[in-house]
Nanobody, 120 residues
Framework: QVRLVESGGGLVQPGGSLRLSCAAT????????MAWYRQAPGKERELVAT???????TYADSMKDRFTISRDNAKNTVYLQMNNLKPEDTAVYYC??????????????WGQGTQVTVPS
């Protein structure tokens, strides 16, 4: 069984920063692409950023100048550094990972989500 556990969300004033973390644990043989998504109230879930095992990253255009995704492969952990936060960044942020388990199964896993609130 594989779990993704996020942390680091909270309430932050406009212009502030937060760092989200997500650790993959369980019967893991290999983790490949890891990503962050977010879902604002009344909106669809959207991709924020992705990272592969070799460190290649991609970003949504609206966030690439303020957000930085990184990972620690040894810890199967992905991070999202968010700077200059705006009220429109308010959302539940979800971690996502492609995992090859010790049972020879490829799975696409989601974390439970962490709330980020930036008041207007």
């Amino acid at each position: 069984q594989v779990r993704l556990v996020e942390s680091g969300g909270g309430l932050v004033q406009p212009g502030g920063s937060l760092r989200l973390s997500c650790a993959a644990t369980g019967s893991i043989f290999r983790v490949t692409t890891m990503a962050w998504y977010r879902q604002a109230p009344g909106k669809e879930r959207e991709l924020v950023a992705t990272t592969t095992t070799d460190g290649t990253t991609t970003y949504a255009d609206s966030m690439k100048d303020r957000f930085t995704i990184s990972r620690d492969n040894a810890k199967n952990t992905v991070y999202l550094q968010m700077n200059n936060l705006k009220p429109e960044d308010t959302a539940v942020y979800y971690c996502n990972a492609n995992v090859y388990t010790t049972s020879a199964y490829w799975g696409h896993y989601w974390g439970q989500g962490t709330q980020v609130t930036v008041p207007s």
